[in-house]
């Protein structure tokens, strides 16, 4: 490393030199920069230093200043150095050169031709002769530098590299089949032995064995089928678990609402009233009479489970029409219901023990009842709210009927509740059913959530006739 003045004078140098030529010689490098006009420069020469050093290859760039050029650097190769940076285990001979194909550097001097000039020719095979010897020739090109390296290796190496290789790969081929023909075998052994184990669950399963599940446990594709078999079986059976309690409850609801669904004081208290019309209003009485077979009608009626929420509402509505006859002014029904909620299919007079229950227990607090009905349709749900202003339920009495209302086994007197709640889980699952919520001196409000599913070509609107 060399730095010197814009005359030419060594200021600084990394080198032992001593002899003017080699001061001459870095003086005609910075004299050929300012002819050329260029800041920078990169050639392939020859500066002898002491102890018979040659240096192969010189960077030079000038230094700028404010003031122009403040001085010069020139970084120069020694051959020796060089020849140790390209020198690769089993390259018998390296060279580079530049564009030009000028030798910088070489490990043998072999491949030197007239003026220094790189002067092997490639055969079409990649081949060069060497003092009588076959080499095999790379050229590798260094980018951004012009630089191209050329290595040389002994054909014979090569030939026995590639005799290595392919003995390699003939080896590893066969242990290769080898494995593949005893794995190919496990496999299909442990597959055929799955096969078989499913094969007979499903028999057995057909025989109505509802126990035959399965277990393979070999972590593939067929221990994925096992346990979904496994899944399904075990689904079949709850949901067979679920239709026996659903029918056993569905006959429990039948005959309780056969016998509770209109009390005797009720039906006693309509007559009463409807003695009383025949002698002061006739139309009345027939209006009342209309009314109540209607409902009687519609009430025993078993044709359907489900019904259109509007048709049930109708019937609600004559059910309070029947009650507003006996309260007179003291009890107020109102209806909330958007037209797309009423498209909805629920269970047949759903909301009726709700409303008896609001009746029965709001005139123990009050002289005066109201009761709403509210529906909406949020998301794929069908929420209906039924209001009632009768007074409400301490926290204690509140939580005595949810946890009546949520026992799978009630043996409480009232069952109304806890039945409706359960047939509801029962034919929708465990995220629908009867919420509660109860202030004490304000009401009680009772939410049914439902999916949200209109009527098809099997399921009429209407139950019984009118």
Not at 79 to 90: G, S, W
Not at 120 to 137: C, H, I, M, N, T
Not at 139 to 150: D, E, F, K, P
Not at 152 to 177: C, D, K, R, T
Request: aromatic content about 10%; charged content about 20%; glycine content about 6%.
């Amino acid at each position: 490393m060399h730095i010197l003045s814009p005359e030419g004078t060594i200021l600084a140098a990394s080198a032992n030199y001593g002899s003017e030529s080699t001061d001459q010689a870095l003086q005609a490098i910075i004299l050929r920069m300012e002819r050329q006009g260029v800041t920078s420069l990169a050639e392939s020469n020859q500066i002898r230093f002491t102890q018979d050093r040659y240096t192969v290859y010189t960077f030079a760039r000038a230094i700028q200043s404010e003031n122009g050029i403040a001085g010069y650097l020139i970084y120069q190769l020694y051959e020796e150095d060089f020849q140790k940076l390209v020198f690769v285990q089993n390259n018998e001979i390296a060279v580079v050169t530049d564009s030009y194909h000028n030798i910088i550097a070489t490990t043998s001097h072999v491949t030197r031709g007239l003026m220094n000039k790189y002067s092997l020719a490639d055969e079409p095979q990649g081949f060069v002769w060497v003092d009588k010897g076959r080499y095999y020739s790379k050229l590798t090109q260094v980018t951004n530098s012009g630089w191209q390296i050329y290595t040389l290796s002994a054909a014979p190496w090569n030939y026995a590299a590639y005799l290595s290789l392919a003995v390699f790969f003939a080896l590893a081929s066969v242990l290769l089949w080898l494995l593949i023909r005893y794995s190919a075998r496990l496999i299909s052994t442990r597959q055929s032995r799955a096969i078989d184990k499913l094969t007979y669950a499903v028999r057995e399963l057909q025989a109505g064995n509802m126990a035959a599940y399965v277990y393979i446990g070999t972590g593939d594709e067929f221990d994925t089928l096992a346990n979904q078999y496994n899944l399904m079986l075990r689904r079949l059976n709850e949901l067979i678990a679920q239709n026996e309690e659903l029918s056993d409850l569905r006959r429990v609801i039948e005959v309780k609402h056969l016998q509770s669904q209109f009390h005797p004081h009720f039906i006693f208290n309509v007559l009463e009233m409807l003695r009383y019309a025949i002698v002061v209003d006739d139309k009345l009485a027939q209006d009342i009479v209309l009314t109540l077979s209607r409902h009687l009608r519609y009430s025993i009626g078993n044709e359907h489970d489900q019904v259109v929420l509007g048709t049930d509402l109708e019937y609600i509505a004559g059910y309070m029409k029947l009650q507003q006859m006996r309260f007179k002014d003291r009890l107020s029904y109102q209806e909330h219901v958007e037209e797309s909620a009423k498209l909805a299919l629920v269970p047949r007079l759903m909301l009726q023990p709700v409303i008896e229950n609001a009746i029965k227990y709001g005139y123990r607090q009050r002289q005066f009842v109201s009761i709403e009905v509210a529906g909406y349709v949020m998301d794929e749900d069908l929420v209906l709210e039924v209001k009632d202003n009768g007074g409400g339920m301490n926290s204690d009495r509140l939580q005595e009927v949810r946890e009546i209302m949520l026992s799978q086994n009630n043996r409480a007197p009232h069952i109304g509740l806890h039945n409706l709640h359960r047939r509801l889980v029962l034919m929708y699952g465990d995220r629908y059913g009867i919420q509660i919520d109860s202030t004490p001196g304000v009401g009680t409000i009772v939410t049914f959530v439902l999916p949200y599913r209109k009527e098809d070509g099997d399921v009429q609107g209407t139950a019984g006739g009118r």
